[in-house]
């Protein structure tokens, strides 16, 4: 178990961590996911050795290694870019940490391959200019996984691949947690990345870890606007009122003008915007439903096997989006120019506080 506590990073008057609590078991896929400059890397580091903290402490299985060296730590990071030996060959580039290590060889290059899905009898004996992008961030995964560490940490190790590639690597990622079991602990500001791989989530922004709990409970109970916002494209309507009822909140907001229930899950004070995710969101031609913002179609996109149907309201500036699968949208028969009505199933759209 790894815990880190009141963990704290200055530069100068810039505080990059602001006394961060958490904890994270053997085992679990975790995921620090923020924006751009909210202090992932500076922690990754503190929680690896390679930063000292300015106050704070880090615990690994209840030992304190706050000041510990990383190499004397049962922890390895793998690094945005792939640093590997460009005169080095694959076997070269991975036996070589090892043997400062005085980690006995064998042959673990081969296994070690495997594990990361490159066949050594056509890999092993490349130079590391011969490889992919791809195939250098597995070698470089292969010699992080050589230490055999308790705990692998990644920092953003994926983001220069190609999209299918990335989502293949997150997927083996995520399947080699759970064959070496392992404890990953991986810094992204994707939240794609965050979603598909991770146990549980911390949301770190301006320093601050804002929101902990599992991708499912995060995406569906957002703590605040910003992380609903951050955790997948939706629209936000500010209430006008909000009373609280039996199972949530009537609310009421001048851009909708209806009044209807939703629910409300945890306490983090009153609720002052109302969210609804794209793909939560409908049109329909039907201009008296219950639910719903009368808006005019601006824009149709394709996106795959979605369509995203950008609509204005005439009256203020707001703009709204909806997604809907190709099929469903086809048969609304709704072109660029029409009125339509903007529609949402109460039950499916999220409160937040500020
Ligand atoms: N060595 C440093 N000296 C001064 N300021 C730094 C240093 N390293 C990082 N910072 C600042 O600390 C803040 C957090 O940086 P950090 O790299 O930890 O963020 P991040 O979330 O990993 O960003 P990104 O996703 O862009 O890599 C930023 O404002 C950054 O400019």
Known sequence: MLQATNLRAEYGSLVAVDDVNLQIETGEFATIVGPSGCGKTTLLRMLAGHQEPTSGTVELNGEDVTYTEPQNRPTSLVFQSWALFPHMTVRENIEFPMRNNGIEI???VEELLEQVRLD???HADKQATELSGGQKQRVALARSLAYNPDILLLDE????????????????????NEELDMTFI???HSLESALLMSDKLFVL???DIIQTGSPEDIYRQPNTKFIAEFMGDANVFELDAASQMDGGYEVQSSVFEQTTTVP???DHGEPKYLVVRYDDTAVGTDLTAEIGLEVDVENVLVRGNTVLIECGSPETDDEYVAEMPVDAFRDTNIEKGDTVCLQWDSAKSILVPE
């Open 186 to 188: 991986y810094v992204t």
């Open 205 to 207: 922004d301006d320093g």
């Open 264 to 266: 409300y899950h945890h």
């Open 106 to 108: 064998g042959n673990r």
């Open 120 to 122: 050594p009898d056509v």
């Open 157 to 176: 190790p994926l983001a220069s691949l190609d999209y299918v590639l990335r989502k293949r690597l997150q997927r083996e990622l995520a399947d080699l």
